[in-house]
């Protein structure tokens, strides 16, 4: 079983940047990779970024390439996603998940999810 608990969302004005934090229970990394996901109000949740159990291999959404960076800090069992040059459209709440695999998992196949934290980008 792996508990994760998302933190760092906030409101920021458009341009500006946040570092979202998912801190997970579980103490190894061996085998866990973890995904960023979001959704805003009537929409789909959707695939932002994801990083495999090594932190070797990323993958991001087009819509945030460029502008966000996951990465995993395995000491503090913790996956972050700075967000920068943020825009209005990037306004959701934002998940993290966990699934027990050595690649990449495809779309939303995760086992874990945390509650999620708001993100607010003002124009």
């Known amino acids: 079983q792996v508990q994760l608990v998302e933190s760092g969302g906030g409101l920021v004005q458009a341009g500006g940047s946040l570092r979202l934090s998912c801190a997970r229970s579980?103490?190894?990394?061996?085998?866990?990779?973890v995904g960023w996901f979001r959704q805003a109000p009537g929409k789909e949740r959707e695939f932002v970024a994801a990083?495999?159990?090594?932190?070797?291999?990323?993958a991001y959404s087009d819509s945030v390439k460029g502008r966000f960076t996951i990465s995993r800090d395995d000491a503090k069992n913790t996956v972050y996603l700075q967000m920068n040059t943020l825009k209005p459209d990037d306004t959701a709440s934002y998940y993290c998940?966990?699934?027990?695999?050595?690649?990449?998992?495809?779309?939303?196949?995760?086992?874990?999810w945390g509650q999620g934290t708001q993100v607010t980008v003002s124009s």
């Open positions: 990083i495999d159990w090594s932190g070797s291999s990323t």
């Open positions: 998940a966990a699934k027990f695999a050595y690649g990449i998992p495809v779309g939303i196949s995760y086992d874990y």
């Open positions: 579980r103490r190894t990394s061996e085998g866990i990779a």
